[in-house]
């Protein structure tokens, strides 16, 4: 059973999305909230300014002593089919209206453990650096909860509390989680708003522990605008 305070979390993440949706938690501010970005995609590796639009692998790997860890950068739409591949009745907590821009960014982190040994992964040390030398670290539940508490709009018809998170922990990353020998894991890290002047940026793990050893590692990503 969760605790109490994790519970009221996600009951106030629900809002949130209800609120983004809104353009209420826009941190650049109403007015921008109304101005249509430049529409972009995210590729794996690092930025090359010889690429073709729209070319580039989605997905990055590595591989260590039988463990390999796969990260995906996911659109909206993805997002939403992942959580509906667990849960084919589940809504998508970080979504937000037609037309607005999007609040949270989530990757696909899947640990295929077929090493003999255990594996420990704690989201809150994955750190996203861009190559302006700006840094988030992914969110928790902790700052779901204050984003929340600085809006006034709450939602009255949230789906209760308890069953929500209960939900949403077969699909985000939020605390320390064990990978056992011979199992693969596969959920969402999230991440909130990106700065509007970026070519690329690294996801860094500096904490992921092989049975007693520990290890860094580090996943590039580049952005694309669309053409036309």
């Known amino acids: 059973m969760l605790s109490q305070p994790i519970r009221r979390a ?8 209800v609120c983004a949706g ?6 650049r501010g109403a007015a921008f909230a109304d101005k249509p970005p430049r529409a972009y995609r995210i590729f794996a ?19 260590l002593k039988g463990l390999t860890v796969e990260v995906e950068f ?14 084919p009745g589940a809504a998508d907590p970080f979504a937000v209206a037609p037309g607005r821009p999007e609040l949270f960014h989530a990757f696909r982190m899947e640990f ?15 750190l996203l650096v861009t190559d302006r030398n700006e840094q988030q670290f992914a969110v928790d539940l902790t700052d779901l909860y204050r984003r929340a508490v600085n809006t006034e709009a709450i939602n009255p018809e949230a789906p209760n509390p308890e069953t929500a998170i209960e939900e949403a ?23 909130g708003p990106l700065p509007e002047a970026w070519k690329e940026f690294r996801l860094h793990v500096s904490f992921l522990q092989l049975g007693a050893q520990t290890h860094t590692l580090s996943f590039a990503f580049h952005r694309q605008f669309v053409q036309g």
């Open 10 to 17: 996600f009951a106030i993440l629900l809002a949130v999305s």
């Open 22 to 27: 809104a353009g209420l938690l826009d941190p």
């Open 45 to 63: 590796g690092p930025y090359d300014k010889k690429a073709k639009p729209g070319s580039g692998a989605r997905v990055t790997r590595f591989s």
């Open 74 to 87: 996911l659109e909206p739409a993805e997002r939403a089919a992942f959580i509906r591949g667990i849960d």
């Open 112 to 126: 295929d453990n077929r090493s003999s040994l255990p594996v420990t992964f704690q989201a809150g040390n994955v």
């Open 169 to 191: 922990a077969r699909y985000i990353f939020d605390s320390s989680t064990t990978i056992p020998a011979g199992t693969k894991v596969s959920r969402l890290l999230v991440f």
